[in-house]
């Protein structure tokens, strides 16, 4: 079992910059991969970022690439989503997750566990 808890999100103007971090627990932490999705406002949840159980493989959304960067310490069980130039269209809850397997995945479906998401606005 692991829990995640998501922290970091608030209000900030375009262009800002933000940091969103998850704490995670639970024993299988450092051999399973993490993901950062959204949900926008009347949208559904996309993906936005991925790393693998290494932190050596990350993939991203086109959307986001050039701009986020995930990383992870599995030695503190945290995953972070650093955000730059952020945009009015990166208004969302951001939900940590993770699965259980090693490899990145961008899909939804793939992972096991859910944080309860925290709100990142950004204003024009």
């Known amino acids: 079992q692991v829990q995640l808890v998501e922290s970091g999100g608030g209000l900030v103007q375009a262009g800002d910059s933000l940091r969103l971090s998850c704490a995670a627990s639970?024993?299988?932490?450092?051999?399973?991969?993490m993901g950062w999705f959204r949900q926008a406002p009347g949208k559904e949840r996309e993906f936005v970022a991925t790393?693998?159980?290494?932190?050596?493989?990350?993939t991203y959304a086109d959307s986001v690439k050039g701009r986020f960067t995930i990383s992870r310490d599995n030695a503190k069980n945290t995953v972070s989503l650093q955000m730059n130039s952020l945009k009015p269209e990166d208004t969302a809850i951001y939900y940590c997750?993770?699965?259980?397997?090693?490899?990145?995945?961008?899909?939804?479906?793939?992972?096991?566990?859910w944080g309860q998401g925290t709100q990142v606005t950004v204003s024009s």
């Open positions: 639970g024993r299988t932490f450092s051999s399973g991969a």
């Open positions: 790393v693998n159980w290494s932190g050596s493989s990350t």
């Open positions: 997750a993770a699965r259980v397997g090693s490899h990145a995945s961008t899909s939804q479906l793939l992972y096991n566990y």
